[in-house]
Nanobody
């Protein structure tokens, strides 16, 4: 089995920073693209940022210049550095990854359990 475990959420004032981390563990051969999504109350889950195994990154417009996604392929981890946080960034943030497991040919997509980020005004 594969698990994605997030950490680093919390409460911060507007303009502050938080760093989210996510570690993939289990019977992993290789981790492909990794990403962060978020879901605010009453809204659909949305992509925030993604990074390929080669290091190419993609950001949605509302976080460009404020958030930075990075990964460590040796440790199967992905981080999201969030600066200049706004109240509208308040949401549960989810880690997502494409993983090839030991003994399984097909790539599977996994989600973490989510970590709450609350930005006060």
């Amino acid at each position: 089995q594969v698990q994605l475990v997030e950490s680093g959420g919390g409460l911060v004032q507007a303009g502050g920073s938080l760093r989210l981390s996510c570690a993939a563990s289990g019977s992993i051969i290789r981790v492909g693209s990794m990403a962060w999504y978020r879901q605010a109350p009453g809204k659909q889950r949305e992509l925030v940022a993604a990074v390929t195994s080669g290091g190419s990154t993609n950001y949605v417009d509302f976080v460009k210049g404020r958030f930075t996604i990075s990964r460590d392929n040796a440790k199967n981890t992905v981080c999201l550095q969030m600066n200049s946080l706004k109240p509208e960034d308040t949401a549960v943030y989810y880690c997502n990854a494409d993983v090839w497991r030991v003994g399984v040919i097909t790539r599977y997509n996994y989600w973490g359990q989510g970590t709450q980020v609350t930005v006060s005004s």
